[in-house]
């Protein structure tokens, strides 16, 4: 063991820190609140990078590893069931944290806009933080579960008591929809407990594949329960990512739910079900996800089709987005259908790239609010003439939206449609219809918003200030690094994503 072993202890926790010395200031000192809460996700930023610098990326396995044994329930007559601490960092999951730690930061500053309750505001933002950290982190399903179920609480509480108009009903829906993801995950957790006595991933793991080896598995009953855990755990992540039919929860959130808030819903929390999509469903039970692979096929077409149609014919900037999430998620749908090493590769990537690129596209739509007070399309007709600052990163933010060759976007697209075709050209070309329609209604929503006749009521609109401008620059300048040096990204993952192909049996 090494000093780095507890790297994804200290990267977890460390906002913690910025919530402690949020509890000894004042609530009405806003100011000093709004500024030690953003200083609050700098440590986190700090480790991750640490990290992603000192991760080897040719190492096979979990690095900077650390277990502890914490629970043991005794069992008569059996070892019993021990739950463990147990935390580590792999391909998969690092480019996920350093993700969440960077678009948590640019979050944080694009929270300057809340004014009421500030102090409870960013102790729940700093929570939240920690709870995604630790579920991309988690080498345990119960510690996973533990993570994942915070992420939940702090959400429901910062759309619910700082959203717009409707915040109580989106609030609400969220849960509704997530509570029963979380009540079937728990379900198929318990099971794995059941069958394979443990929840540690790595003994699971091998412990899948000692089942999946020998042919007998398939004439007994544990034949009927070992898909009913898949899925359970399909459905659960299938809600959280999300699926169709399982997406109108997430439509409302992006519209209710304050712009910081949405930063980290749209870039982050969304992401959760594809991680959970790609390390609990292709990862433990390849031979299943092989019979299932077409499903999600047909399911990523419908996705992505469904949600650039809708896309098109939305009058607020907000739902346009939100539909354009639909969509996009059906190309992560796509990468994992594919089951090579392409399609998974572009499932990632989609994953961090859409991340920053909503990201950005949510903080632009806050500021834009700010000034204007509306995010309809019709009402902002002729904004670049007064905000040429915001309306040229609103273009540029577009055309990575679209998959622009040179942005992250046409790597991510690229490479999951590459993985498809190999695998089901028709589907592919069909879903490549999905691609010409985001550029449709994103230029449509762009161009609308920027350009066209200058409207009197914005004589008076000033362009974006210092704080503004520079968390959008950071999150376009990376956008534009992943598109221009995609190994940035793809090294780190390259070897973890080879063992679960090899696992697939590609």
């Known amino acids: ?18 919530m402690l010395v949020l509890l000894f200031i004042p609530r009405q000192r806003n100011r000093w609140l709004k500024w030690v809460g953003m200083a609050g996700t700098l440590p986190p930023l700090i480790l991750a ?4 610098v000192l991760f080897d990326p040719q190492s096979r396995g979990v690095q900077f590893a650390q277990h502890v044994s914490w629970i043991h329930i005794p069992i008569p007559q059996s070892p019993g069931w021990k739950l463990s601490y147990a935390m580590g960092a792999d391909g998969l999951s690092l480019p996920l944290v350093l993700m969440t730690t960077i ?24 929570l939240l933080e920690t709870a995604m950290l630790g579920v991309f982190l988690a080498r345990d399903l119960f510690l996973f579960f533990l993570f994942f179920e915070v992420t939940l609480v702090a959400t429901y509480f910062l759309v619910g008591i700082w959203g717009y108009m409707e915040r109580e009903r989106a609030a609400n829906q969220f849960l509704l929809y997530n509570g029963l993801g979380s009540a079937l995950m728990l379900l198929a957790f318990g099971g794995l407990l059941l069958v394979f006595g443990t929840l540690n991933l790595d003994q699971l793991l091998v412990r899948t594949s000692q089942l999946f080896a020998d042919p007998e598995w398939m004439q007994g009953p544990l034949r009927q329960v070992i898909w009913g855990i898949f899925l359970c755990i399909l ?4 809600i959280k990512l999300p699926a169709f039919p399982f997406h109108t929860w997430m439509l409302r959130v992006h519209v209710e739910a304050p712009p910081a808030v949405v930063m980290i819903h749209s870039g982050v929390l969304l992401k959760m079900g594809a991680y959970g999509l790609i390390r609990f469903g292709v990862d433990l039970f390849p031979p299943l996800v092989q019979q299932m692979a077409t499903f999600l096929a047909v399911l990523g077409l419908v996705n992505i089709l469904y949600g650039a149609a809708l896309a098109f014919v939305q009058r607020d900037l907000k739902r346009v987005l939100a539909y354009s999430s639909v969509s996009h998620m059906g190309i992560i749908l796509f990468g994992i259908a594919a089951l090579n090493f392409s399609g998974l590769q572009g499932a990632v990537f989609q994953a961090v790239s859409h991340g920053f690129i909503s990201a950005l596209m949510f903080l632009i739509i806050a500021v834009l609010y700010e000034r204007t007070g509306t995010t309809m399309i019709d009402e902002m007709s002729g904004l670049a003439k007064a905000m040429p600052v915001l309306s040229g990163v609103l273009l540029a933010g577009g055309l990575a939206l679209l998959g622009l060759p040179g942005m992250s976007g046409f790597v991510s697209e690229f490479l999951a449609f590459l993985g498809m075709f190999k695998q089901y050209p028709v589907i592919a070309g069909i879903g490549a219809l999905g691609l010409i329609l985001a550029a449709a209604y994103t230029l449509r929503a762009v161009m609308a918003a920027t350009f066209g006749p200058f409207l009197d009521r914005w004589e008076r609109l000033t362009d974006t200030k210092a704080v503004e401008t520079v968390p959008m620059l950071v999150l376009l300048g990376l956008i534009i690094a992943i598109g221009v040096y995609p190994q940035m990204l793809g090294e780190p993952m390259q070897t973890t994503l080879q063992m679960i192909v090899t696992r697939i049996g590609g």
């Open 1 to 18: 063991m090494t000093v780095w072993n507890g790297l994804p202890t200290w990267v977890t926790f460390s906002p913690i820190l910025g």
């Open 49 to 52: 990078i640490t990290m992603f």
């Open 103 to 126: 678009i948590a930061a640019l979050a944080a500053v694009g929270s300057m806009y809340i004014k009421e309750r500030v102090k409870s505001y960013f102790l729940l933002f700093l």
């Open 235 to 238: 459905i659960a992540f299938g």
